[in-house]
């Protein structure tokens, strides 16, 4: 059986967040259980772009403070460390992150250490899966004496979904995750680049900032939703089973997730997950947009679900009235399909990893449906979805 905590709590105020994760982790045993005075403790946050704090594309910096100022107490000493996605002038842009987010401004204030993994230095680990011969994973993930993985609850316009599994991603430094997305471009794979990363990390305790989550085309192009909730627990593919059935999604429906779990990093199955806390029960969250990939193949017969894929195929198309001519989808496009001077895409070459829709930091990459019925449907569904949503409030 895996624990699953789950903790209401409406806003970011540091007080209210650390009596809810203090009161969590008491059902987790204690913080005894997991640290000790003197231990170096790294909190791996999620730190994807130079986003603010009420974006909800970054776990929000008061809830990190909340973890700071609860791990000070126990008389450890805590890294703020992460790597963050893309590139601009062929640099990843992670120090601008940590101002941009307020996380530089937290650790000042609380007396934390900002580790930013693309200056840290990397370790060489064997890939369990035998993908690749050997990976390079940020320093601080081995030199701390524990990791707390404090992911962000949020859809994901390519792999659907993102929260604890997906978050160690940024264990890998700088730009190197583009030859990760070059080598597993296909979800399920990139599941198995996942997959490794956790046996070689092995973070040993996942807290989710899902207090605001952020709803449709996430990780950063999406709309916040006010979910209030803290989930805690040891097991990333539990926390994110339960995560995703507030969703309404079935991680059966998320090929990451099928595949991490195809490989045992943990549980999968809602009847093997206890639940505590402030629910016994996933509390659905009603009117949660989710993004246009999405969808339910049930008992459908493959051929006809292959042919709804199609139909359905959304690509990224960059608007040149919004671009700004950053070019950091440019220099964070795995393998080059977008040309500096137009930005027009190459079809051919695009590989649908959607890092460039995901980094844009100004909404200038749009999601496209080939298909002229497909997005008169999709039009009418997102306006029944927020219809509903409406109705619910
Ligand atoms: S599409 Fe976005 S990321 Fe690409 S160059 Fe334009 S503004 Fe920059
Ligand atoms: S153009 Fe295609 S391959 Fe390149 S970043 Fe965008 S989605 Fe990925």
Request: hydrophobic share 45%.
């Given at each position: ?23 969590g ?6 913080w ?41 107490n ?106 990760y ?63 995703a ?37 996933p ?41 700004k ?9 795995p ?59």
């Open positions: 059986m895996a624990d699953v905590i789950i903790k209401e709590c409406r806003e970011y105020d540091a007080e209210i967040i650390k009596a809810q994760i203090n009161a982790m008491e059902l987790l045993g204690g005894g259980r997991f640290v000790a005075p003197g231990m170096k403790v790294l909190l791996k946050v999620n730190l994807i772009g130079p986003k603010k704090a009420d974006s909800a594309a970054v776990t929000h910096a008061e809830f990190v403070r909340a973890l700071v100022q609860i791990l000070k126990l008389g450890c000493e805590v890294w703020i460390g992460d790597s963050s996605g893309g590139a601009i002038a062929g640099i990843a842009p992670t120090a601008q992150s940590f101002k941009v987010s307020g996380l530089a401004r937290v650790a000042e204030e609380e007396g934390a250490v900002i580790k930013n993994f693309d200056r840290e230095g990397a370790v060489e680990v064997k890939a369990e899966s035998g993908l690749v011969e050997g990976m390079y994973l940020a320093g601080p993930m081995f030199d701390a004496d524990f990791v707390i993985n404090v992911p962000k609850l949020k859809t994901h316009s390519a792999t659907l979904y993102t929260g604890a599994v997906k978050n160690l991603f940024g264990c890998i430094p700088g730009l190197k995750k583009a030859g997305h070059r080598l597993a471009p296909d979800p399920k794979d990139l599941g198995t680049v996942l997959y490794d990363i956790h046996r070689a990390v092995k973070a040993g305790l996942h807290i989710m900032d899902g207090i605001v989550a952020m709803q449709g085309e996430g990780p950063t192009a999406g709309q916040a939703y006010p979910a209030g909730k803290i989930l805690i627990s040891t097991d990333p593919l539990a926390l994110d089973t339960v995560a059935a507030m969703l309404g999604m079935d991680i059966a429906e998320i090929p990451m997730l099928q595949t991490v779990k195809e490989r045992g990093l943990g549980t999968a199955d809602l009847d093997k997950i206890r639940l505590a806390g402030d629910f016994v029960q509390p659905v969250l009603r009117g949660f947009k989710l993004p246009k990939r999405y969808r339910r193949s049930g008992n459908w017969n493959p051929a006809i679900v292959v042919k709804f894929i199609d139909f359905m195929r959304a690509r990224p198309y960059i608007d040149s009235k919004l671009c001519n950053c070019n950091m989808c440019v220099e964070s496009c393998v080059q399909a977008i040309e500096q001077q137009t930005k027009r895409i190459d079809y051919k070459a695009c590989i649908e990893c959607m890092c460039c829709h995901e980094l844009c930091l100004h909404k200038a990459v749009t999601l496209r449906w080939d298909n002229r019925l497909a997005a008169f449907f999709m039009k009418l569904y997102n306006k029944a979805i927020a219809a509903g949503a409406a109705k619910s409030k």
